[in-house]
């Protein structure tokens, strides 16, 4: 027998007025796995996720979570999930602790232990009994996670854990993803960020305003990312504009911001800057864009209707289970 899905949500579709906020989302989250919600602001992420808690009700569609649905089961239908929606809120002049045993409480105690074990696996433990208007915003959403740890689920999901986090705090959220997921929970997160869930979800589905634009498997993305891409800085960028002609392989376009931008395989690159060099061009700088998939990303969002790559539009959902 396969096991139950963590969550099967089918054509899930909500409606404000006029504006369809998700538009018929089928997606499938197996226990185990660490899937992601991707996409830019106003996608439409928040309000897939609230209706999975049973925040607001679907127009249509169905939402099962561990085969459970909120028609039929009520709020038991959370048994084993919990998470949080945008930022998880605390009162600022409680200590962390206190915080939690605060929210224990109304959901049916925990011990002293597990507070202090959810504290620890969220790495809060040495400020657990400072006050939360003291912690920075990292340790805020990390607070959250424990709050949503309190429960021991088997479903977490986290409506953007990492937004506004500087890099480090990115980091450490992630690393704390990837330890609660290799404990076997299952991770359902949101994000408009996708260097943010390349590394740590095994599949994703990305929205852009209520629709699926991709849902897969990140590796099968990766495949169809296009090149990396570089800018280049130079002590002539009109010039060196000009020597691009020599490389007909090469997309090279004058960045607004100052610089070029080189699109094109590593072996055309290292030629145009060959020739660069070669014609007298003083080479500033060379880095590189945005990762391939975080390009993809960008043409899958920001393209108009209609605009996405054939082979990426409106993928068969499904098509990795
Ligand atoms: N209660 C509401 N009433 C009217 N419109 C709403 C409501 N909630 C969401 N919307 C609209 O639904 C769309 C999707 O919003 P949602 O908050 O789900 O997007 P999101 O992907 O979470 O965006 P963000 O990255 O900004 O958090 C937006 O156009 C938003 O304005
Ligand atoms: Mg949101």
């Avoid at 409480?105 to 620890?120: H, I, M, Q, S, Y």
């Avoid at 990305?206 to 296009?226: C, F, K, N, W």
């Avoid at 975080?294 to 990795?320: C, H, K, Q, W, Y």
Wanted: aromatic residues 4%; proline residues 5%; charged residues 25%.
């Amino acid at each position: 027998m396969t096991e139950v899905l963590a969550v099967d949500a089918v054509d899930v579709t909500k409606r404000y007025g006029d504006l369809t906020a998700v538009d018929a989302i089928t997606l499938q989250v197996a226990q185990g796995e660490v899937y992601g919600v991707l996409g830019p602001n106003g996608a439409g992420k928040t309000t897939f996720l609230r209706m999975l808690f049973g925040l607001i009700r679907p127009d249509a569609g169905t939402i099962k979570l561990f085969g459970q649905t909120w028609e039929h089961t009520g709020p038991r239908t959370l048994d084993g999930v919990s998470g949080f929606i945008e930022s998880p809120k605390f009162y600022p002049y409680l200590s962390g602790r206190k915080n939690l045993a605060g929210l224990a409480r109304l959901d049916g105690g925990a011990t002293p232990r597990r507070l202090d074990e959810v504290l620890e696996i969220v790495d809060l433990i040495d400020r657990a009994d400072h006050k939360v208007g003291g912690y920075s915003f990292g340790m805020r959403q990390r607070l959250g996670v424990a709050a949503s740890l309190l429960r021991d689920p088997q479903l977490l999901v986290l409506d953007e854990p990492a937004n506004g986090l500087d890099p480090a705090g990115m980091r450490d959220m992630r690393s704390l993803i990837k330890r609660l997921a290799a404990g076997g929970l299952t991770v359902l997160l949101s994000s408009h960020d996708m260097s943010e869930v390349e590394e740590i979800c095994d599949n994703v589905t990305i929205m852009r305003t209520g629709s699926v634009v991709y849902h897969g498997e990140i590796s099968a993305l990766r495949d169809q990312a296009p090149e990396q891409g570089h800018r280049i800085h130079t002590d002539d960028d009109q010039r060196a504009r000009e020597r691009a002609a020599r490389h007909p392989g090469l997309q090279v376009t004058l960045a607004p911001d100052g610089g070029l931008v080189v699109e094109g395989s590593q072996h055309d690159v290292d030629a145009y800057v060959t020739t660069l060099v070669t014609s007298g061009i003083a080479m500033r700088g060379l880095e590189l864009t945005e990762t391939p998939l975080e390009t993809l990303f960008f043409m899958l969002t920001e393209s108009a209707p209609g605009g996405v790559p054939n082979e990426l539009d409106r993928r068969p959902i499904g098509a990795v289970r």
